[in-house]
């Protein structure tokens, strides 16, 4: 079966990671996969959320938005509606939860880790996309608060990964892309760590119910795909600028 990209069924898209892009924030990163492409800033901030005060503990939280023109007919500003979308904020708490699973919230002590990933260009992926640029954000983020010393331990306890994984033409196939996306017959988004944990994983059948033998397809290709991009991370392949991430080896 030959896939819309061309590549074979347990292939990843190109992956492109570009540091430092934002001089303001204290983690920033702009994230490729083929040709979804995402910006990600980390914004340190020495406050909690209000349950969180005198607890002794941070929080990481995420925001998540789509730029008018990121997909091939504009989009109105969710902001000129007054309100967001239902599908945003289901991204932007799965980017949060999925950051929280890999840190611990009382070594960071009373900071609010803000992450904010804003798609440039979408081709399917949006939301995995994000997630692998957002834990590069946060690990420059939190760095910045060890170099300053004001955190005397570093928080963070893992690397997390997500990608996709699809039912496209009945093959089972990894990383998808808006052409397998809007025609797959299911799809899945799975975060997994490092250690090959399982943070969350999102199936959806599309036409009919899928067997169990095409979900552990789909969870094995995952898993396949996730520990590609930790090698990449971890090897700092995909950067032309170094990035410290020897902590999640």
């Not at 061309?6 to 570009?18: Q, S, V, Y």
């Not at 039912?167 to 809007?182: A, F, K, R, T």
Request: hydrophobic letters at 35%; one cysteine or more; a neutral charge.
């Amino acid at each position: 079966m030959k896939r819309p990209s061309g590549r074979n069924f347990d292939e990843l898209r190109d992956i492109k990671i570009e540091l430092d892009i934002s001089k303001h924030a204290e983690g920033s990163c702009y994230v490729k996969f083929g040709d979804t492409h995402v910006l990600c800033t980390a914004s340190i901030e020495n406050r909690v959320p209000p349950w969180l005060r005198n607890s002794g503990s941070g929080w990481v939280t995420a925001e998540y938005g789509m730029l008018p023109r990121s997909t091939s007919d504009r989009m109105r500003r969710e902001a000129s509606t007054g309100k967001q979308s239902g599908r945003t904020q289901e991204i932007q708490r799965l980017i949060g939860r999925s950051l929280r699973s890999v840190i611990d919230l009382k070594t960071l002590g009373e900071f609010q880790v803000s992450i904010d990933c804003d798609v440039i260009q979408a081709d399917g992926g949006t939301r995995t996309a994000s997630i692998t640029g957002a834990v590069v954000a946060l690990r420059q983020s939190i760095d910045s608060l060890l170099k300053s010393k004001d955190l005397r331990k570093d928080p963070i306890i893992g690397c997390i990964g997500a990608v996709s994984c699809g039912i496209y033409n009945n093959v089972s196939v990894l990383d998808l892309d808006y052409d397998e996306d809007s025609k797959a017959e299911a799809d899945a988004n799975f975060v997994l760590t490092d250690g090959g944990g399982v943070v969350e994983i999102q199936a959806t059948a599309e036409l009919k119910p899928f067997s169990e033998k095409k979900y552990f397809e789909l969870f094995h290709l995952a898993q396949k795909g996730i520990k590609e991009i930790n090698i990449i991370q971890k090897k700092r392949e995909y950067s032309p600028r170094e990035i410290n991430l020897n902590i999640f080896i």
